[in-house]
């Protein structure tokens, strides 16, 4: 179904196209193990957002999560390049931290070179 656009996309089993300045909708799954999420579509590229089966925030690239990006975790944990954040930052992957001034918080580094 489509409201405020006359040919509505994505042939998926419930979905509510809006098109507007400000579209705004709620989504909630019925299933324990299903996910609840929202495509955002420019015209280069498609971002999803959502919480999956189970409980985890996360944004990902492509139509429905195919690609998840950040996860937030309920006990607060965020990870990037990570579906399964083990501390309250977990990055996979390269990481460029830029500081000015003085630290005054330490930094642990992990993992093999």
Do not use: C, R
Request: hydrophobic share 35%.
């Amino acid at each position: 179904m489509g409201i405020g656009t006359t040919g509505p996309t994505y042939a998926y089993d419930k979905v509510l196209h809006l098109y507007g300045v400000n579209p705004a909708f709620k989504a909630e799954t019925s299933d324990l193990t299903g996910w609840a999420y929202s495509i955002y579509k420019t015209p280069t590229q498609t971002w999803s957002l959502g919480v999956n089966d189970v409980d985890k925030l996360t944004i990902g690239t492509g139509d429905g999560l195919a690609s998840q990006k950040v996860t937030i975790q309920t006990d607060g944990n965020v990870g990037i390049n990570s579906t399964s954040p083990g501390a309250k930052l977990d990055v996979v992957g390269t990481t460029q931290i830029t500081a000015a001034g003085t630290t005054y918080a330490s930094l642990l580094l992990t993992g093999t070179q």
